[in-house]
């Protein structure tokens, strides 16, 4: 990439991370020209800083996915921050296991025993558990992505759950950054059309879930059948 002007270096760093609307739509403005002729430098760049904020549990990642919309549109965006999301989870889950496990349980000791009892009891289940917990608000996605690795949820399940269950959220920013001239401020994010969105691609998300759970139960009621006869 050829080297930042003064004005757009100033910009960039003065609004990283973004936490207004004016602020993303700078990055916006200062970065455009950049996508258009290094798309996968800069999406390389948002991935790493998205990863790295996310690990560490630095707020801004909204942003971060607003931004991700403004530049590559609702698409190509949403793959991005599907793909950035899901990484920088499960960093946060790798570096639960290294590093914060006793930083954790001090912290959140019996929220933990709670989500481990939980964990537990859908041992066979899991998948649809954590896609349910991404997309409802229950639990806190930073505690989601420190307390699974504690409480013995497989990474496979964690990685899974956390593409499908935050896909709704993803969705809804990056559509969002694409139509930044719609919104007044990030608190548009969550007006009634940008919840019903969020809301109709969150059923989607859950559909597996309860196809699952349908097919369990009358898989149940067809054994219970054979066995009275």
């Known amino acids: 990439m050829p080297r930042l002007?003064?004005?757009?270096?100033h910009?960039?760093?003065h609004n990283f991370p973004p936490s207004s609307l004016?602020?993303?739509i700078t990055l916006r403005d200062t970065l455009l020209a950049y996508a258009e002729t290094y798309p996968k430098t800069?999406?390389?760049g948002i991935?790493?800083?998205?990863?790295i904020m996310q690990t560490f549990a630095i707020p801004g990642t909204i942003s971060l996915s607003l931004l991700s919309g403004a530049l590559y549109g609702s698409t190509r965006g949403f793959l991005l921050v599907a793909a950035v999301s899901t990484a920088g989870s499960c960093s946060c889950y790798g570096m639960s296991c290294l590093l914060w496990r006793p930083i954790?349980?001090?912290v959140w000791?019996?929220?933990?025993?709670?989500f481990k009892s939980e964990v537990a009891k859908r041992r066979h289940d899991l998948l649809s558990y954590i896609i349910f917990l991404r997309v409802t608000p229950m639990l806190p996605n930073v505690f989601?992505?420190?307390a699974s690795p504690i409480v013995g949820v497989p990474l496979l399940d964690f990685a899974l759950g956390t593409l499908i269950g935050c896909a709704p959220n993803n969705f809804m920013a990056a559509h969002a950054g694409d139509h930044l001239s719609d919104l007044d401020s990030l608190a548009d994010l969550y007006n009634p059309r940008m919840l019903l969105l969020g809301l109709t691609v969150g059923c989607i998300a859950l559909l597996p879930v309860y196809m699952k759970h349908r097919h369990d139960k009358e898989r149940a009621i067809a054994m219970l059948a054979q066995k009275i006869r």
């Open 47 to 51: 991935l790493m800083l998205y990863s």
């Open 22 to 24: 004016p602020a993303v």
């Open 11 to 13: 910009a960039l760093v």
């Open 5 to 9: 002007q003064a004005h757009e270096l």
């Open 109 to 114: 000791a019996d929220r933990i025993e709670g």
């Open 104 to 106: 954790a349980r001090a």
């Open 144 to 146: 989601i992505n420190v």
């Open 42 to 44: 800069v999406a390389v």
